[in-house]
């Protein structure tokens, strides 16, 4: 998720003029969705395939957003509420409050250093991880007040991975904790850890829906179903290569697998895989949502990638700069472009 000139010049909650185009930056101060070599020394990876069927292809350009949002630094993670979209800032370590009806930038809190690893909402706080300095710990774990827009409490655990997912779901916080395999079940009354379950080494993310905690297991090409019922792993599925980050909607669990850039749909009931689609995405970085009827993909080089539930395929798809996180609601396409420096806002509806 990367950024460029203009919006440096933009105070914080001003509103941007739709005319202003995304831009590449090829230095990229960070890249927390983990761009490989070749981009962190300012040249550019191979663009990703892509989808080959005919008119499903687009450029970024034909999108016209409802509104852009300044956010100096690398807008990344993201999630959405009842009121607001919440956008975390790793080199300011700040989370920002974006107002869906007024399409201003309502506040940016403080929270731990570098935040990392995905959003979560849930208990009246945003939980936001923070990987800390890079030659130290330091890792801990903010709540962000959603009335008061402040951090309420620091707990000191923190994410597995800088590049993962974390979930609330059955009155607990999940994250994983521990490259040695382990999530973490938080009470968020107390702020207490009160179970550690045993994962796959080395898994990244967690997502939770169908009644169920999933995670992802980059390493091992698997997705791991827990019971929160019994803190008991009870399903481990073969998914595509390198699965990392995970959504759950239309009754399912969709993977998006760095590996070869495919999605896995996992059915939520049998644990099954019940489809593969070619998205033509691989590589590091990217996110998936599913919201407004659609799952919804972003890497760099192809920001937008909508998959219809309906058909399993990929029905459009833009190519240019921007993207690498991506949410979906408020009738709205959530985009974050790391490199640009903002937070793009736009129709589901595109032609």
């Not at 292809?57 to 852009?68: D, G, L, N, Q, Y």
């Not at 969709?254 to 099954?272: E, F, M």
């Amino acid at each position: 998720m990367h950024r460029r000139f203009i919006h440096a010049l933009l105070p914080l909650g001003l509103s941007v003029p739709l005319y202003f185009a995304l831009g590449q930056n090829p230095q990229s101060p960070q890249d927390p969705q983990g761009a490989p070599p070749a981009a962190k020394k300012g040249g550019r990876r191979p663009p990703p395939p892509g989808v080959s069927t005919p008119g499903v292809k687009r450029e970024m350009s034909a999108i016209t957003p409802e509104a852009v949002f300044p956010v100096e630094g690398t807008p990344d993670w993201q999630v959405l509420t009842d009121d607001a979209v919440w956008v975390t800032n790793g080199p300011r370590s700040t989370v920002h409050r974006l107002d869906p009806k007024t399409n201003k930038v309502l506040a940016a809190v403080t929270v731990g250093k570098r935040p990392c690893s995905g959003l979560a909402a849930g208990f009246g706080t945003i939980w936001v991880p923070n990987c800390g300095d890079r030659t130290g710990d330091g890792k801990s774990l903010s709540r962000i007040d959603m009335q008061t827009n402040e951090v309420v409490a620091t707990l000191p655990i923190g994410p597995a991975q800088s590049e993962g997912g974390v979930a609330t779901g059955a009155g607990s916080f999940w994250m994983v904790s521990d490259q040695k395999g382990v999530l973490s079940r938080i009470d968020p009354a107390t702020n207490k850890v009160i179970a550690e379950i045993t994962v796959p080494e080395k898994s990244a993310a967690v997502n939770f829906g169908e009644d169920a905690a999933w995670v992802t297991t980059p390493g091992a090409n698997t997705l791991t179903r827990v019971d929160p019922k019994t803190n008991q792993v009870t399903s481990t599925i073969a998914v595509g290569p390198g699965p990392r980050f995970l959504t759950v909607g239309a009754g399912s669990i969709w993977t998006l697998n760095q590996g070869d850039g495919t999605i896995s749909r996992v059915d939520g009931r049998t644990a099954k895989v019940i489809a593969t689609i070619e998205a033509g995405i691989p590589g590091n970085g990217g996110e998936i949502a599913f919201g407004e009827g659609y799952v919804w993909a972003t890497i760099p080089q192809i920001p937008v990638s909508q998959i219809d539930p309906a058909t399993n395929t990929v029905v459009k798809q833009w190519v240019g700069p921007g993207g690498d996180s991506i949410r979906a609601g408020h009738g709205s396409v959530w985009l974050s472009n790391l490199r640009e420096g903002n937070v793009w806002r736009f129709t589901a509806k595109q032609p």
